[in-house]
């Protein structure tokens, strides 16, 4: 979405390519994204570990234009569907962040952002990616 929590319902569509490495023997992984935004090259990191004890996946993002970690996102899958939450800050307020998993068809997995500025009586979709397996 090009403006978050501002009601707009403006999308800015781009294609990008990632690149996954597994680590750790298995119990965690990172991508790569590359793309192009507004004429200038972009790079970031996700970076998924899962805790054995726990059950759940903590998934860490890392923006290359501002070298900021954000908060990790915890959760874990139920069937096809994994939700992953935390609480962060938007613009000086307090949000909850989701990322939300669907690996219904696991060669074209489609992954969604969600903030929620009211402790999560209300969500806004604000980024969703498809991704097409490339063998």
């Known amino acids: 979405m090009k ?3 501002t ?8 294609e990008s ?30 970076l998924r570990v899962f805790n054995p004890k726990t059950k759940l996946w ?4 890392v923006d290359g234009n501002t070298g900021v970690m954000d908060p990790p996102v915890v959760g874990s899958f139920e069937g ?3 939700r992953f939450y935390c609480k962060d800050k938007f613009r000086g307020k307090d949000i909850i962040v989701v990322f939300q998993w669907d690996k219904t ?4 997995p489609v992954w969604s952002q969600a ?4 402790n999560g ?7 969703t990616n498809t991704s097409h397996k490339v063998e």
């Open 3 to 5: 403006s978050r929590l």
């Open 7 to 14: 009601g707009s319902n403006e999308w800015v569509e781009f």
């Open 17 to 46: 390519t990632v690149e996954m490495r597994k680590l750790l023997n298995g119990i965690g992984n990172m991508d790569i994204y590359r793309t192009t935004v507004d004429g200038k090259p972009f790079e970031g990191v996700a």
């Open 58 to 61: 903590s998934i860490y993002w």
């Open 80 to 82: 096809n569907i994994g």
């Open 105 to 108: 068809d696991p060669d074209n």
């Open 115 to 118: 903030f929620s500025p009211d």
């Open 121 to 127: 009586n209300t969500w806004e979709c604000n980024a």
